[in-house]
Structure formats: C-alpha cells, structure tokens
C-alpha cells in the first residue's frame, strides 16, 4: 500500500538523499513543515521562523514497513539532540516524525518508546500530526544529486 510520512532530521538535503537510497520509497520531496506561516522561503525559515526543514517521502508499505522506515530514521540522527543534528543548529533542524495517517501514530510512538530505552537522556523527536507542509525551493529537491560535494551530516562512504 501506498503511504506517506513527512520526516525531519536536521538538514534536508543528506536526508532526501538518505531515503532515496531506500528499497520502497518512492518518492521524496524536500520543503518546510509545522511552522507558524504560510509558504515560507528559506531565508525566512533560516531565520529561525518555526518551520522544521522536513522531507515528505512516499513509500511502499508492504516493501518498506513504516517500524523499518523509522528504525533506519533513527540510525542518520542524533535523536536527543535539540534543534541540532551535524553542525547545524536552529529550530530549522529539529527533529519530527509528522503523520497524516492516525494509524501511524501507534507504530510511531512504540518506536520511539523502543529507541528511548537505548538512552539516558530524553529523546527531542517530536511527533505529532502534519500541520502544514511547503514545498522547498527548487534549487533544494535532490540538491546532493546536483551537488555531490554539497555539506551533509549524514555519510554515505
């Protein structure tokens, strides 16, 4: 079945990137998600406007499970990290898992229950419904395609 979850790991271009590589997703799209206005640019957003740099990735469900997508989430973030993964920093780069789906709750939260007994420390992954989600600039989508060399606090060697 055909699904989607919206997911925010910090910069987006290493993370669009990271789910492309996947077995099951079928497409992804990079933009702005659960910010306070509508349609913001990025350099609003990079001001610390309140919007959560996020990808919206379509997938496969019976290739790649919604447990299995989170789990492989989890392994690019420091999940206790709060507005920041890398070196970057600002509530831009939070980290969320943001639902459409009701039924994604449950199987979101006892993943996030599995990964917090992993750490002492609090996990800063927000989960909540999608609120609004805008669709980045297109000199964002595939920008590591574009620009290989391009700063990413995921590696992919």
């Known amino acids: ?5 919206y997911l925010a790991g910090g910069c ?8 492309d590589l996947m077995d099951g997703v079928l497409e992804t799209e990079v933009g702005y998600a659960n910010g306070p206005t509508p349609n913001p640019t990025y350099e609003e957003v990079k ?11 379509r997938y496969e469900s019976d ?11 989890f392994l ?12 970057d920093h600002g509530i831009q780069y939070r980290t969320g898992i ?3 789906d009701p039924e994604d709750f449950p199987v979101a939260r006892q993943a996030l229950d599995a990964l917090a007994a992993q750490y002492e420390k609090p996990l800063a992954v927000e989960l909540e419904p999608l609120r609004n989600f805008y669709p980045a ?10 620009h290989p060399d391009g700063y990413c606090h995921i590696h992919f060697d």
């Open 76 to 87: 690019v973030i420091d999940p206790t990290a709060v507005n920041r993964q890398g070196e």
């Open 47 to 57: 001001r610390h406007a309140g919007h959560a740099e996020t990808v919206r990735i």
């Open 137 to 146: 600039e297109e000199y964002h989508q595939k920008y590591l395609e574009k």
């Open 98 to 100: 943001y639902c459409l």
């Open 1 to 5: 079945m055909e699904k989607t979850i």
């Open 63 to 73: 290739t790649l499970p919604l447990k299995t997508l989170l789990e492989k989430y």
């Open 12 to 19: 987006f271009w290493g993370c669009q990137k990271y789910f």
